[in-house]
């Protein structure tokens, strides 16, 4: 397992973790199996949405004596009332659903408090102009919580909590085919394969936007929905008309910028296992890119996707890596200090560039990288 920080958090976690979605309904024996299996594999990273008293009882039962070996992502504004799952604003329940929370896991701290589900604006001012905002700001006051996310679907909202200033952890939906769409307060748009049939190529702006401000920011982001509720796996679900794998998947991920993990829904041990798999997987099984390169919808064309497929570069140039820095000089109309900071640590810089045009020859996406290699000497001076 490979582990990065969670942005400015300064928190180490497992760059595949385990969302909640394989969480319900099981035996408690089952459920531990899972839990066990993940912590086996190096997973570090657990998101808890899930309000139901058993789900976060065994939760806590299964963590006993490893708490601190762990980062819970643990979700704020969920309650479990009559038997079923409730998003709320209500800061009553809102308080008394996260005492609970802390009750039933043994601890008395969340790693990452994470509001729930904000997809419209509306709903966003409601928590920052109201008691949700202060609650949430006095657990991290009194440790409680260790720093404040948030988590959505809709770029547009993302990007408002981003430039807050007071979120330091976006969970957001990331993979190719909702990469494609617009922002929409209507996450049934996003899984809709209608919605895909006319023409879309690159990414969403938005998205784009959203991605490089957060990296440029130090906002980590955590990722759910990697593999499109599993219509990336199937060819006749696929919007691209072509079938991903689960590795591919990952990679597509956990390459776009200030991803720190991703979390995969797995429901067994044997499906966890295969998940954390990615982390020992070679090159061309992580390889996405010839997939959405050779696509017969929607392809990434003249798209810089970070996929390496640019290497070797005769020089030694990272290419992909000075792309990226260059996006995000791009994307913030300046050049923040940090990438500043990595980019003088790279072997190669882009004034190293022969524009020898191999690079251009291998890359799926039809991308001027000579041109883009000029342009990151011009802006970064070397």
């Known amino acids: 397992m490979n582990y990065r920080v969670l942005g400015r958090t300064g928190i180490r976690v497992s760059e595949i973790g385990l969302g ?22 190096g997973v570090t990273y657990f998101d808890l949405f899930n309000p139901s008293p058993v789900v976060r009882s065994y939760m806590g039962k299964a963590l006993a004596g490893r708490r601190d070996d762990v980062v819970i992502q643990g979700h704020i504004c969920t309650a479990w009332e009559t038997g079923q799952y409730l998003r709320t604003r209500d800061i009553t329940t809102v308080r008394t659903s996260y005492q609970d929370l802390l009750e039933r896991l043994g601890t008395d701290y969340i790693d990452v ?10 709903d966003f001012n409601t928590i920052f102009n109201g008691p949700v905002i ?11 919580i260790r720093c404040i996310g948030m988590s959505f679907h809709n770029p547009k909202v993302a990007m408002m909590a981003a430039q807050s200033g007071l979120i330091d952890v976006i969970m957001f939906s990331v993979n190719p085919a909702y990469d494609l769409r617009p922002g929409t307060e209507a996450l049934e748009d996003l899984s809709d394969n209608k919605s895909y049939r ?14 490089k401000y957060c990296a440029a920011s130090g906002i ?3 990722v759910m929905k990697s593999f499109a509720g599993g219509a990336l796996l199937d ?13 591919q998947c990952l990679h597509y991920s956990l390459t776009r910028p200030a991803v720190a993990s991703v979390l995969a829904g797995c429901f067994t041990p044997k499906q966890m296992k295969q998940v954390a798999g990615y982390s020992d997987s070679s090159e061309p099984e992580r390889d996405y890119a010839t997939v959405l390169g050779g696509a017969p919808r929607h392809a990434f064309r003249g798209h810089c996707m970070y996929c390496g497929h640019c290497a070797p570069c005769t020089i030694g140039i990272d290419v992909a890596t000075v792309n990226k820095y260059l996006d995000l000089c ?15 640590l790279l072997a190669h810089h882009a004034s190293d560039c022969v524009q020898c045009g191999i690079c251009e020859t291998n890359c799926p996406f039809g991308v ?10 011009e802006i970064f001076g070397y």
């Not at 949430?136 to 409680?144: I, N, Q, Y």
Request: hydrophobic residues 40%.
């Open 20 to 41: 909640a979605e394989g969480y319900g309904n099981k035996s408690y024996m089952i459920f531990k199996a899972l839990i066990d299996a993940a912590i086996s594999c």
């Open 113 to 122: 408090g994470m509001l729930h589900f904000v997809d419209g604006v509306d």
């Open 134 to 144: 202060e609650f949430v700001k006095d657990l991290r006051a009194r440790g409680t």
């Open 198 to 211: 006319n023409k879309l190529s690159g990414i969403d702006p938005e998205r784009d936007k959203l991605y």
């Open 220 to 222: 980590a982001l955590t």
């Open 235 to 247: 060819v006749k679900q696929s919007p691209f008309g072509v079938a991903l794998t689960t590795t």
């Open 330 to 344: 791009l994307a913030e109309n300046t050049v923040p200090d940090t990438v500043k900071d990595h980019y003088a």
């Open 368 to 377: 001027t990288v000579a041109e883009r290699m000029q342009r990151a000497a």
